[in-house]
T-cell receptor, first 109, second 116 residues
Framework: GESVGLHLPTLSVQEGDNSIINCAYSNSASDYFIWYKQESGKGPQFIIDIRSNMDKRQGQRVTVLLNKTVKHLSLQIAATQPGDSAVYFCAENIGDMRFGAGTRLTVKP | ETGVTQTPRHLVMGMTNKKSLKCEQHLGHNAMYWYKQSAKKPLELMFVYNFKEQTENNSVPSRFSPECPNSSHLFLHLHTLQPEDSALYLC???????????????FGAGSRLTVL
């Protein structure tokens, strides 16, 4: 069946470097995507979203890129900080939100 | 605080116990959700309520029983659970409807359940 998935379960980056977290989706009918961040002991929190009629959207230090041709979504975090350490989920809207498995980002000082 | 409050934060229960998880949202949202989060698995949608009406039940075993008395409160009643039901149970809310944007979920911190 169609699903949302993440390419890598873990990602380790040096503080100050840029981070790229990837997500593959297979439902071509998905019209809306969200990235969530989940810190230890907390629920997932909204980071940024993008509609399917857009290729790129920027927030504060974060950028989401959508490539509908290959059904790929990425989250870029600029100048990664220790506070960015968390699990990151992508989610697609297919009526209800369907979540990927998550990527754990670890920031090394 | 996100505006969605879950209690208790931690719960340990035996397989014959009956317990309930509680969720309350202060955001004026009309849709509420229960998700199950297990280690190394995607978030699993369990139940959806829109305007207090259950609109989705994702083949959840009957030992999980949701209740939504009003649009601000959601319960998950637990009865004769199995050890494999141990997980983090997340409550979320959103504006009602399925349009893009209306589905931005605000999550609570979760209730960590351990079934012995």
């Amino acid at each position: 069946g169609e699903s949302v998935g993440l390419h890598l379960p873990t990602l380790s980056v040096q503080e100050g470097d840029n981070s790229i977290i990837n997500c593959a989706y297979s439902n071509s009918a998905s019209d809306y995507f969200i990235w969530y961040k989940q810190e230890s002991g907390k629920g997932p929190q909204f980071i940024i979203d993008i509609r399917s009629n857009m290729d790129k959207r920027q927030g504060q230090r974060v950028t989401v890129l959508l490539n509908k041709t290959v059904k790929h979504l990425s989250l870029q975090i600029a100048a990664t900080q220790p506070g960015d350490s968390a699990v990151y989920f992508c989610a697609e809207n297919i009526g209800d939100m369907r979540f990927g498995a998550g990527t754990r980002l670890t920031v090394k000082p | 605080e996100t505006g969605v409050t879950q209690t208790p934060r931690h719960l340990v229960m035996g397989m014959t116990n009956k317990k309930s998880l509680k969720c309350e949202q202060h955001l004026g949202h009309n849709a509420m959700y229960w998700y199950k989060q297990s280690a190394k698995k995607p978030l699993e949608l369990m139940f959806v309520y829109n305007f207090k009406e259950q609109t989705e039940n994702n083949s959840v075993p009957s030992r999980f029983s949701p209740e939504c008395p009003n649009s601000s409160h959601l319960f998950l009643h637990l009865h004769t659970l199995q050890p494999e039901d141990s997980a983090l149970y997340l409550c979320a809310s959103s504006q009602a409807g399925r349009a893009a944007g209306a589905n931005v979920l605000t999550f609570g911190a979760g209730s960590r359940l351990t079934v012995l």
